[in-house]
């Protein structure tokens, strides 16, 4: 039975009731308790930052060269939060019960409502820190509208505001790592976790410079380590985003919780080759100007797009969503790209025989506000585009196509944070989401700020305080915990039939996951895909080639490492996504859409968090049914 910790009582008051009820450790009691975390990105440097300040004695990992190259670098759109700046009726409230919306109603209240409130301490706190948000010319804090909602309740930096939200979090945390709170090892990868007793207390840690492996204990550890959205090979995500830690805790005990929600992002830069191996993200605050089209002919996908006459032209989100329009939420927005290209209406390059890629036109804004103005407001991203295409997205259209970006599922927590392996928690982007089955565009950075500034600070003390520690260094759970890491990387150096790299498997199986658990789904494709990964599981083992040694500089062995861990996680997408017999946010089950592709969910029989224990060789689900006492669930519209 999944005990998820909610407190009870008003809404409103819950997080604060819950605060007074957790225990304390006493300021000169602090330095005697040691934490682990995994990652440095928004929720990791942010939860570093905050427990050194408090005394703790924090050890923290990274597989980058410094935690300013942590993946939340490259977001760009901005950071949502309740202000109200704007006076166009936005709340806490409404923010819950946007998210709530957004997500297709699939997530927990309480938590949702939570990350509402504390919205308006992170862009505080970002403030305090010297985060350089736009500002309007009165000197107030700006802030635009973002996909799936019809208030301006984002808040940006021009173009990185990840990048400047990261670099507050790192600079705060660079101050304890100065002051000796915390340890910080960069070009360190987890490769398991140490439990002892059933509970979580340390890791062992490859140093991908040099190949040692060592051990580290504490008593608790905390996975900040982003995503698994690289499954799909081709992804927006950074090259080294990976699952390797949530995966280890899941083998550990740990629940993984509702793998098949992954979030398709609709405003890529389209791939123009079959080999590329990253995809680009354009901002999702292109959407508040630019115009989303594709010819109505498709005799016209050949021509260029200033031929193209107005009306012959096809507005298709401002005709199918009258209300929102171009700011439908991503899981909406890219069902309807893809539909577009489906029919033969897509532009760009050919792949696989179609054009992928529709238009994304920003001449009506230029017309209206004049360009500088639209270069002030996107002029760093429009300079990105055009170095990549080499077009002008000022004169001719930009072409966008939706790919993998975030993902909703992940280790499943309570509301403490913490999984269901004793003293391990998980922070932002690796638990599963407050954001439901879809999430509403700048709100990533939003719940890794949260979870590292305000909430786990407080739970992590509870489990503390409540807790004994003895030292475990000799235990012999560490040493066999290196012994396993040894023995799984001979097994990937020493494959009986060595031929291919790990990059042809990822290759493999990331077309496996976008044919059957990409945008769409569908019972006897998911069926097919789950026996064609067990077959590509079994010929990694056989045939996966690493060059080089072991004990030394290997990205090969990293990367063959995480593929491994990829290909599991690809079967538990799969089996996720076809168990879940209904369609919701980004979960689009072809059975269960309505005639003009709308999601129709299942609410009296999935409802519920998909949690998956490990067994061996086999998973077994938990379910964690949602409880709506605040709001009802009802089939979202955006017309």
Known sequence: MLKSSEPIGPLE????????????????????????????????ASLCATLGEAGYNVSSFCFQDSPRRAHSIAAQGGINAA???????????????????????????????????????IID??????????????????????????????????????????????????????????????????????TIDGKARGVVVRDL?????????????????????NAYYLSTNAKGCNTSATWRAFKQGAYFANPSFTQIHPTCIPPTGENQSKLTLMSESLRNDGRIWAPKNKQDCEKN??????????????????AFANLVPRDVASRAVKLVCDEGRGVGSRIHGKRLGVYLDFTDVINKIGLAEVEEKYGNLFEMYERITDENPYTTPMKIYPAPHYSMGGLWV??????????????????????????????????GLADGYFILPQTIANYL??????????HEQVQQALDDVKDRINKLMYAPNAQYSPEYFHQKLGKILWDACGMSREQARLAQAIDEIKILEAEFWQKIKVTGVDKDLNQTLERAGRVADFIELGILMCKDALNREESCGAHARVEHLSPSGEAKRNDEEFSF??????????????????????????????K
């Not at 008051?13 to 009691?29: C, G, I, S």
């Not at 979090?169 to 100065?178: G, H, I, K, P, T």
Request: charged share 25%; hydrophobic share 35%.
């Open 125 to 194: 706190q970002a403030v305090a820190q010297g985060v350089p948000f736009a500002r309007e010319y009165s000197g107030y804090l700006a802030n635009r509208s973002f996909g799936g909602t019809q208030v301006s309740r984002t808040f940006y930096a021009r173009g990185q505001t990840g990048q400047q939200l990261l670099l507050g979090a790192y600079s705060a945390m660079s101050r304890q790592v100065e002051s000796g709170r915390v340890t910080h090892h960069s070009r360190a990868e987890m490769l398991e976790i140490i």
């Open 13 to 44: 008051n819950r997080w604060n009731k819950h605060l007074f009820d957790l225990a304390l450790v006493a300021p000169q009691n602090r330095d005697k308790h040691k934490i682990i975390v995994i990652g440095t990105g928004l929720a990791g």
């Open 305 to 322: 797009p200033a031929d193209i006459k107005e009306q012959d032209r096809d507005y298709f989100l401002e005709r199918m969503y009258p």
């Open 414 to 447: 309570d509301y403490n944070l913490m999984t269901t392996l004793d003293g391990l928690f998980a922070a932002g982007e690796a638990n599963f989401s407050d954001h439901g089955a879809n999430r509403l565009g700048a709100s990533a950075l939003m719940q």
């Open 209 to 229: 410079v040099s190949g040692e492996l060592t051990t580290h204990t504490a008593d608790c550890v905390v996975l900040c380590t982003g995503g698994y959205s």
């Open 83 to 121: 202000k109200n700046y704007q006076n166009d009726g936005d709340s806490v409230w409404r923010l819950f019960y946007d998210t709530i919306k957004g997500g297709d109603f699939r997530a927990r209240e309480s938590n949702v409502y939570r990350l509402a409130e504390l919205s308006n301490n």
């Open 609 to 638: 968090v998909a949690a998956w224990e490990y067994q061996q060789d086999e998973v077994k689900l938990h379910e964690e049914h949602l409880h709506f006492e605040f709001i009802k669930p009802t089939v979202r519209n955006y």
């Open 465 to 474: 305080a409540r807790n004994t520690f003895d030292n475990i260094d000799e």
